[in-house]
């Protein structure tokens, strides 16, 4: 059964760091580019970042820049999002997606063919 899980979430204070996991089974993300997406309550989906399946390249949302760090750990079969100098607007539920596409870039606006079922990010004093 192929699935995706996140963890790693939680409630933190402003300034605080989380640090996401994204666990694959049932497929190999050797191929896959992975991707970070968030929703706000009221809010639609966004993509916050992206890691591609051949050489690592990343994307990050202009908001999340220099805060935010994907990586990719083949042989754990995981996706990490490390989550730096948290904002109260950074609070949302936060998804994983994988694409299978083999290139050297990725992009949050391709159609994603697994997703995760999310988990809570709270930052908040």
């Known amino acids: 059964q192929v699935q995706l899980v996140e963890s790693g979430g939680g409630l933190v204070q402003p300034g605080g760091s989380l640090r996401l996991s994204c666990a694959a089974s049932?497929?190999?993300?050797?191929?896959?580019?992975i991707g970070w997406f968030r929703q706000a309550p009221g809010k639609e989906r966004e993509g916050v970042s992206c890691?591609?399946?051949?050489?690592?390249?990343?994307y990050y949302k202009d908001s999340v820049k220099g805060r935010f760090t994907i990586s990719r750990d083949n042989a754990k079969n995981t996706v990490y999002l490390q989550m730096n100098s948290l904002k109260p607007e950074d609070t949302a539920v936060y998804y994983c997606?994988?694409?299978?596409?083999?290139?050297?870039?990725?992009?949050?606006?391709?159609?994603?063919?697994?997703w995760g079922q999310g988990t809570q990010v709270t930052v908040s004093s």
């Open positions: 997606a994988a694409v299978r596409k083999l290139f050297n870039l990725c992009s949050i606006t391709w159609s994603y063919d697994y």
């Open positions: 049932g497929f190999t993300l050797d191929y896959y580019a």
């Open positions: 890691i591609s399946s051949r050489d690592g390249s990343t």
